[in-house]
């Protein structure tokens, strides 16, 4: 498990890798695999942002994979409790996907869970007037 502490770190800076990388390396020395996971996917997003496809690009997508297939389902079981859909990036839950009525009334829950970056909503058409007051959006 995380500590609260790096947790409330990549939470505060979504889009710095430095508390990503500082988690994965406290979650290795637990034993945990999720750091590897962390470090595969902060390096991919590396390659990706310089746009260099590789043999290295390649093997980190495979065991991106791989581990999302091994590991994935057991990932941040509180967030999967509240969306539809969940996407990592960096290591961490970054996209969802949910009801509308429900991210209004899980927006707090949401965001002390995840660094997240993207959203999806379904049935948004049914609360555009809250949503758009939202301090979230």
């Known amino acids: ?13 979504p889009l710095d890798d430095k508390p990503r990388l500082a988690a ?22 590396e390659l990706e942002r310089a746009e260099q496809e590789s043999p290295e690009y390649a093997e980190l997508c495979r065991g991106e994979r791989a581990w999302l297939k091994a590991h994935g389902a057991a990932q941040d079981k509180a967030l999967r409790g509240l969306v539809v859909e969940v996407g990592y990036d960096r290591g961490f839950a970054q996209h969802v996907k949910l ?10 829950a949401l965001q002390a869970l995840a660094p997240l970056l993207e959203l999806s909503l379904t049935r948004a058409e049914l609360h555009l007037d809250i949503l758009f007051g ?4």
């Open 1 to 13: 498990m995380l500590d609260p502490s790096l947790l409330a770190a990549v939470l505060a800076a």
């Open 24 to 45: 994965a390396t406290a979650l290795t020395h637990a034993g945990d695999s999720r750091g590897e996971f962390i470090r595969t996917q902060v390096r991919r997003a």
């Open 99 to 108: 009801d509308a009525g429900l991210f209004i009334a899980q927006s707090d």
């Open 134 to 137: 939202t301090p979230i959006l």
